[in-house]
T-cell receptor, first 115, second 111 residues
């Protein structure tokens, strides 16, 4: 399809393990965002990419969280030594440009459960 | 600190009723966006308002941006079961696409 895709859709892991979450943005979209959403709540900004660089990483909650983007396309969010409080839905969005009026298109999210 | 406060957080109404959702802040935003999210899916943009006092209509939905660009409201007329979902407001602050989201309003419309 032509939308934003994320994988896996669900991930269950044990406390202390590392996880990688993948986002495939819409082709041609230069901006990519990661957000985190707790059950039934609003979205918390994590990181923003323009191309392969991340001018705003201010939302990453700790140094256990990192993200990269390669080829101006696919992005991976990595959480090291997962904790139970990391359990949430991780959403990725992409847009044509990095301005606020560029509509962000969201993927379906990855539901992460840390046992 | 929650920069955008939405109210109410939960709303359960009967089909045909009207409702208003509020999104308030002490901060000024250059734009305000409203999204609707269904279970298992990502949010979908409904509207963007950018001018203080601006009113936009989308069928039975009316969106308003406060004069001071610190608050916004979403009014739904004659709600239908298909309107059920999580409604989110999000504020933008200028040059980047980073959005500040409210905590959301869960709307349930009963037939």
């Amino acid at each position: 399809g032509a939308g934003v895709s994320q994988s896996p859709s669900n991930k269950v892991t044990e406390k202390g393990k590392d996880v990688e979450l993948r986002c495939d943005p819409i082709s041609g979209h230069t901006a990519l965002y990661w957000y985190r959403q707790s059950l039934g709540q609003g979205l918390e900004f994590l990181i923003y990419f323009q191309g392969n660089s991340a001018p705003d990483k201010s939302g990453l909650p700790s140094d256990r969280f990192s993200a990269e983007r390669t080829g101006g396309s696919v992005s991976t969010l990595t959480i090291q030594r997962t904790q139970q409080e990391d359990s949430a839905v991780y959403l990725c969005a992409s847009s044509l440009g990095g301005r606020e009026l560029n509509e962000q298109f969201f993927g379906p999210g990855t539901r992460l459960t840390v046992l | 600190t929650q920069l955008l406060e939405q109210s109410p957080q939960f709303l359960s109404i009967q089909e045909g009723e009207n409702l208003t959702v509020y999104c308030n802040s002490s901060s000024v935003f250059s734009s305000l966006q409203w999204y609707r999210q269904e279970p298992g899916e990502g949010p979908v943009l409904l509207v963007t308002v950018v001018t203080g006092g601006e009113v936009k209509k989308l069928k039975r939905l009316t969106f308003q941006f406060g004069d001071a660009r610190k608050d916004s409201s979403l009014h739904i007329t004659a709600a239908q079961p298909g309107d059920t979902g999580l409604y989110l407001c999000a504020g933008g602050r200028g040059n980047t696409g980073k959005l500040i989201f409210g905590q959301g309003t869960t709307l349930q419309v009963k037939p």
